[in-house]
C-alpha cells in the first residue's frame, strides 16, 4: 500500500505538495511567533536546529533545491510533518519558527531517504545539498534521531492521512502568504541573545 501511495503521489504532486507544505509550516511560524510576541513569558526554546537569524532564502525555494539535487520522494516531505509533529507534541521543540524550519525539514528529508530507500546520499554529499556545515549536519542527525528515539519509520496509513490532511489545507488556504511582520527589531534581539552563533562559512546556501 504505501509504495504504490509513494509512486503516484510522487509523480502526480512533488511540487503542488512543496508549496503548500511550506505555506502549510510558515503558517505555523506565523502563528507561533505571534504568540511569542502576545507573552512575553514564553520562553523560546533555542535547540540545534535552530539558526541565529532568519535565512535568506524562503522556505519553498530551500525544498525546491533540495527536490531538484536529491531523489527525494513526496512520502519524504510528509514524513517532515509527521516528525515535527512528533517534536512539537513531546516538548523537544515549543514549535515551529523561522528560525528552526529549515534545518527540520532538511533533517526530515534526510531522515526519511536513508530510512526508507536502500540507496542513499552520504552525509556529505547531504552536507552540500542542505547547506548545512557537515560537522553541524552530523550532530544535529544525532538529536534529531534521538528526539524522535530513533522511531523514524511511518506506516502507509499516516502518510495517506497527514497528505488528506495537506490537500484540505490547500484547498482552505489557496492565496496563503507569508506574513513577514512576525518578527519585530526587538523581538530579532531577544533570539540573537538567546542563541549561539551558527558558522555557515562552508554552506553552498545562506542558512
Known amino acids: 500500500m504505501m509504495e504504490s501511495f509513494i509512486l503516484e503521489e510522487t509523480i502526480s504532486n512533488a511540487k503542488i505538495v512543496s508549496g503548500t507544505v511550506s505555506k ?16 512575553k513569558d514564553i520562553q523560546y526554546k533555542v535547540t540545534v536546529f535552530d539558526l541565529r537569524t532568519v535565512p535568506d532564502i524562503k522556505l519553498w525555494d530551500y525544498i525546491f533545491r533540495i527536490m531538484t539535487m536529491s531523489k527525494w520522494a513526496y512520502r ?27 534545518r527540520l525539514v532538511a533533517l526530515s528529508i534526510m531522515t526519511s531517504t536513508k530510512f526508507f530507500d536502500d540507496v542513499h546520499y552520504s552525509n556529505a554529499s547531504w552536507s552540500k545539498i542542505v547547506g548545512i ?9 544525532i538529536v534529531f534521531l534521538q528526539s524522535l528515539d530513533f522511531h523514524v519509520n511511518i506506516q502507509g ?26 518578527m519585530t527589531e ?6 540573537r541573545e538567546q542563541q549561539t552563533p551558527t558558522d555557515t562559512s562552508d554552506s553552498p546556501v545562506t542558512l
Open 24 to 39: 502549510l509550516l510558515e503558517a505555523m511560524a506565523t502563528q507561533f511567533h505571534t504568540q511569542l510576541r502576545a507573552n
Open 76 to 102: 519524504d516531505l510528509i514524513a517532515a510533518l509527521v516528525y515535527v509533529d512528533t517534536l512539537i507534541n513531546s516538548g523537544i521543540i515549543g514549535g515551529i519558527s523561522f528560525h528552526n524550519m529549515h
Open 133 to 141: 556545515p557537515l560537522r553541524e549536519l552530523n550532530n544535529a542527525e
Open 157 to 182: 496509513e499516516t502518510l495517506q492521512m497527514w497528505s488528506e490532511w495537506i490537500s484540505r489545507f490547500a484547498d482552505e488556504n489557496p492565496a496563503l502568504e507569508r506574513d513577514s511582520s512576525y
Open 186 to 191: 526587538d523581538r530579532n534581539q531577544d533570539l
